[in-house]
């Protein structure tokens, strides 16, 4: 039951990653603009590249980095976008759902689920592989994007 669940969820992502991807290009048409290449590579890397990495044991530490810390530079962005151009709130919900199903396969995967709940200390809590260091670098990379938007225009 645990490889179905991990599969299904393995599923979601990609089909979340595809769903997403489609959305950018809408949004972001690689040809009219420069930076439209941003959103390609990030695509690429979501649809193919995360999904493949989230299948193997050995590999998905790093399928649960790419997939936290695209989120994440993924919802900065947008909500830049979306208070600069124009509201894009529905797409910033779906990178957050592409967030949190990672974060299933990741426990699925790593956490007995038989055990108690492991319940972290404050310290422990904004460590890896916990959710509260996505909140962390969620907070320290807006305050960085928010930093250098208005230091550097």
Known sequence: MKNYVKNVLILALFLFALGGSMLHMYIHPIAKHSYGWVPLISTVVSVVVI???????????????????TAIVGVITMAHFSIVKSPIIPDILVLLAKLYVGRAIFCVE????????????????????????????????????????????
């Not at 999904?51 to 810390?69: D, E, Q």
């Not at 956490?111 to 509260?132: C, N, V, W």
């Open 51 to 69: 999904p493949l990495l989230f299948m193997f044991r050995k590999t998905i530490h790093w399928a649960y980095i790419l997939n936290g810390f």
């Open 110 to 153: 790593i956490f007995q689920m038989e055990t108690e709940a492991f319940k972290p200390t404050l310290l422990q809590y904004i460590r890896y592989p916990h959710m509260g260091f996505w909140y962390a670098h969620f907070i320290l990379l807006s305050l960085v994007y928010f930093l250098g938007n208005l230091l550097w225009r």
